[in-house]
């Protein structure tokens, strides 16, 4: 069964401190798909990035960088340089090739303080 | 234009109320999806159309009815609801139901039962 792992419940940081947020996910397949979703207050879930299981190059896209390791099961999110509208929570997501359902992490509190 | 809307934003019912969310979207997608969010909590998969045909039903009581009218448009008919349905009602759209596309999020309705 797939199963995705945001073990920080919470993090606060000062503005311009680095942070990363981890993600572990567990999975049979060997093929699959891995998102992260940023719900800022107002409640809607903006889609950050996906990476697809045979792609294990990292990305990069601004402040953003992400760290896809199958080794250790591992797709982390790192925002440089936090920002206050940085705050929000985030989850990462799992979906499998076979199946059309997206299962999330319990989402990680990410407060970034002035 | 990935833009998803959802209508109402708020929305208080009480238990032996009748009423419907509304969600639609214009980017051709051909996969559409409910989530339910409670507080502090992920979304919770309740339903995907597909082409629009009703494909998953994680269960959800008869008291939710989904409809797809057509492929830009989806709804949730509400009744006889109980206070512990109280929560985000989410709206996600993707290109398909391949498990490598991403869902794109609406802004949600909350929900009060009372």
């Known amino acids: 069964a797939q199963k995705v792992t945001q073990a920080q419940t919470e993090i606060s940081v000062v503005e311009k401190e680095d942070v990363t947020l981890d993600c572990v996910y567990e999975?049979?397949?060997?093929?699959?798909?891995l998102f992260w979703y940023k719900q800022p207050p107002s409640g809607e879930l903006v889609f950050l990035i996906r990476?697809?299981?045979?792609?294990?190059q990292n990305e990069i896209s601004g402040r953003y960088s992400w760290n896809f390791q199958k080794s250790t099961s591992s797709f982390n999110f790192t925002i440089t340089a936090s920002q206050v509208v940085d705050s929000a929570v985030y989850f990462c997501?799992?979906?499998?090739?076979?199946?059309?359902?997206?299962?999330f992490g319990a989402g990680t509190i990410l407060r970034v303080k002035s | 234009d990935t833009e998803v809307t959802q209508t109402p934003k708020h929305l208080v019912m009480g238990m032996t109320n009748k009423k419907s969310l509304k969600c639609e979207q214009h980017?051709?997608?051909?996969?559409m999806y409910w989530y339910k969010q409670k507080a502090k909590k992920p979304p919770e998969l309740m339903f995907v159309?597909?082409?629009?045909?009703?494909?998953i039903n994680e269960s959800v009581p008869s008291r939710f009815s989904p409809e797809c009218p057509n492929s830009s448009l989806l709804n949730l008919h509400l009744h006889a609801l109980q206070p512990e349905d109280s929560a985000l009602y989410l709206c996600?759209?993707?290109?398909?139901?391949?498990?490598?596309?991403?869902?794109?999020f609406g802004p949600g309705t909350r929900l009060t039962v009372t």
């Open positions: 996600a759209s993707s290109p398909g139901d391949r498990a490598s596309y991403e869902q794109y």
């Open positions: 999975t049979r397949d060997t093929t699959y798909y």
């Open positions: 990476r697809n299981s045979f792609d294990e």
């Open positions: 997501a799992l979906k499998e090739e076979y199946g059309n359902k997206l299962v």
């Open positions: 980017m051709g997608h051909r996969a």
């Open positions: 159309y597909s082409y629009e045909k009703l494909s």
